[in-house]
């Protein structure tokens, strides 16, 4: 009988480079689950989404290890295929916000046999103009901090991390005037932000049901959240207080689901993907991509 084959990309980097003490016991248990495995550590930026791309054809599974950077770009890689195999999953990163979403143990040994063994997951993926993303997509305070927060400051203080790097930022904040139209394009909010993310995930940042209520991963829809430019040091306390579940709604915050968004503002704004730098745009079309990768879980 012809054996399966697996593509194998990781981030040796990833995280503490845990994956060095691991590396063994991930390819044992591929092989032991009938696979012929392919090993490919990435070598520089964007390599793993070009492996994927590339290579992906010749193989039944891909498995990717790293953070949701190396998560990105293996389904950025699988999105630009015309063929598509499922994608497996270890996580490695500092938050791993997709992971936690799709109960994917965080644990290395258990992710591996979750991605070999266990079944196909239909998800949802965001176009983001030209570009892709798993599960958020964002700008305004805090997104920076995601790329400049130092890997060794991620490592120690995990989420911790981006919310110490996003205070030292606040009083240099502009707030962000942008008109965001959504669904069919009938349905609009304008106004002054200071942040919005479009989420298709559990958690942000680490921080658990910041994104909304009753998240599914395959419903074809994005959780859209906008932050309005507080006024005083009380409504900022309110905007931080609902976010992170400790207040109730406020109006300072606008939430909507949507399949289709578009946001426009008078200057080029710096958004994330991901966690990454997706560049810096005036005018972003974010489509929601149903079911468009198969997601091993556990």
Excluded at 60 to 82: F, I, K, P, Y
Excluded at 105 to 132: H, I, L, S, T, W
Excluded at 169 to 190: C, F, K, M, N, S
Excluded at 268 to 275: K, S
Aim: hydrophobic letters at 35%; a negative charge.
């Amino acid at each position: 009988m012809e054996k399966k084959r697996l593509l194998f990309v990781f981030n040796p980097h990833s995280g503490k480079g845990q994956i060095k003490n691991k590396l063994m016991e991930i390819i044992d248990c591929f092989v032991k689950n009938g696979y012929e495995v392919t090993a490919h550590p990435t070598q520089a930026p964007r390599d793993a989404r070009e492996v994927v791309r590339e290579q992906a054809g010749a193989y039944q599974l891909v498995v990717c290890c790293g953070g949701d950077g190396t998560l990105n770009e293996a389904v950025s890689g699988m999105m630009e295929r015309e063929r598509k195999v499922p994608v497996g999953y270890i996580p490695s990163g500092s938050t791993n916000d997709f992971a936690s979403s799709l109960k994917i143990p965080k644990q290395m040994g258990k992710a591996a046999q979750a991605a070999v063994g266990g079944k196909a997951f239909g998800c949802d993926v965001g176009r983001f103009n030209e570009r892709y993303f798993v599960y958020i997509a964002a700008f305004g305070l805090f997104t920076d901090v995601s790329y400049e927060t130092s890997q060794d400051m991620k490592n120690r203080l995990g989420h911790a991390a981006y919310l110490l790097e996003g205070v030292k930022h606040l009083h240099t904040v502009q707030p962000i005037h942008l008109r965001v139209t959504y669904g069919d394009g009938d349905e609009a909010v304008e106004g002054d932000f200071i942040y919005g993310m479009v989420t298709n995930s559990t958690s942000a940042g680490g921080f658990k049901h910041i994104t909304g209520k009753d998240v599914k991963l395959d419903d074809g829809l994005f959780e859209v959240t906008l932050v309005h430019m507080p006024r005083n040091p009380i409504e900022l306390n309110e905007v931080i207080g609902s976010l992170t579940n400790l207040m109730g709604d406020t109006p300072l915050i606008d939430t909507f689901k949507a399949g289709r968004i578009c946001v426009e503002s008078a200057h080029e704004i710096p958004w994330t993907l991901d966690g990454e730098y997706g560049g810096s745009h005036s005018r972003v079309e974010i489509q929601n991509e149903r079911q468009a990768i198969r997601v091993m879980v556990g």
